[in-house]
């Protein structure tokens, strides 16, 4: 069963930076693909930034150019690096895991990001 456990969160004022970090509970390139969700109340839960096996980088238009995913495989470690944010980043966000051929996706139990002044 993977484990993923998210930390990093907190309450940061509009322009300030947070870096999220989600440690797996085994190598992160059995993964086919990582990456951070968010949710915010009354939302829906949206991808944020994905990264593939091989290192491609997806992000959502609304954070690129602010948001950087990255990984730590000998850490077994994925993190986000928010800069820039914006009180419309405030949600829960969730790592994620999906695992090649079975599909299977797991799914960290999130960290609160709250952008206010």
């Known amino acids: 069963q993977v484990q993923l456990v998210e930390s990093g969160g907190g309450l940061v004022q509009p322009g300030g930076s947070l870096r999220l970090s989600c440690a797996a509970s085994?190598?992160?390139?059995?993964?086919?693909?990582m990456g951070w969700y968010r949710q915010a109340p009354g939302k829906e839960r949206e991808m944020v930034a994905t990264?593939?096996?091989?290192?491609?980088?997806n992000y959502a238009d609304s954070v690129k150019g602010r948001f950087t995913i990255s990984r730590d495989s000998a850490k077994n470690t994925i993190y986000l690096q928010m800069t820039s944010l914006k009180p419309e980043d405030t949600a829960v966000y969730y790592c994620?895991?999906?695992?090649?051929?079975?599909?299977?996706?797991?799914w960290g139990q999130g960290t609160q990001v709250t952008v206010s002044s």
């Open positions: 994620y895991s999906l695992l090649p051929i079975t599909r299977r996706n797991d």
């Open positions: 085994r190598s992160i390139f059995g993964f086919d693909t």
């Open positions: 990264i593939a096996r091989g290192g491609t980088t």
